[in-house]
């Protein structure tokens, strides 16, 4: 149920049984000792802020079974490293790993068609990450001070690239946007000082304030 272990901070160990349908909102917020979790296949949903706050978090195994995970469900679980998403999931939403800082690679199954809003804002080990054909939608800030990004490949089904979505990835030397992309969001690449080839497609119509600022 909802807030059923939330500040646990001595538990380390959890066993979700077979059966289980959904783990509730900051289920396990907080419980900054555990280390290893398995989603049983029985799961269906995570709701918000179900693992928040995890500090010590290092493993989480999701089931297929998953189709749907709440907002700010991992944020701050700062030892997080890797995690796949079950291919049921259509949209990661708004701070799902906020602060995940040993994030350091992810693969998106090409169900999702949503990268919501600071998605991966300050995850700052974040080097490899690869996004779906079929993906339409980057949100506002989703790359917000990923600093270690290189490169990132964006698929030509993407059709709105939000605000600030690579502010500050100092790293990333290129990147190309795809044809139906319209516009180029308010400091879109803001601060990417190491920024050396950008290629603009002709669909773009418009070019947000300052959009390049800071691309030495």
Sequence with gaps: GDYAFKSCTSLKTVSISEGVTSIGCNAFQGCISLQNIV????????????????????????????????????????????????????????????????????????????????????CSSLETIILPEGLVLINDKAFYHCYNIQSIFIPESVRTIGDFVFHSCSNLQSIVLPKGVTRIGE?????????????IPESVNDISNNAFQSCS
């Design 39 to 122: 989603i049983p296949k029985s799961c269906k949903s995570l709701e918000q802020y179900s693992f928040s706050s995890c500090s010590n978090l290092q493993n989480i195994t999701l089931s297929e079974g998953v189709t749907s995970i709440g907002i700010f469900s991992f944020e701050r679980c700062s030892n997080l490293h890797s995690i796949d998403i079950p291919k049921g999931i259509t949209s990661l939403n708004k701070n799902l790993f906020y602060k995940c800082t040993q994030l350091k690679s992810i693969t998106i199954p090409e169900g999702v068609k949503e990268l919501g809003i600071s998605v991966f804002e300050e």
């Design 187 to 199: 400091e879109l690449f803001n601060t990417c000082s190491r920024l050396q080839s950008i290629t």
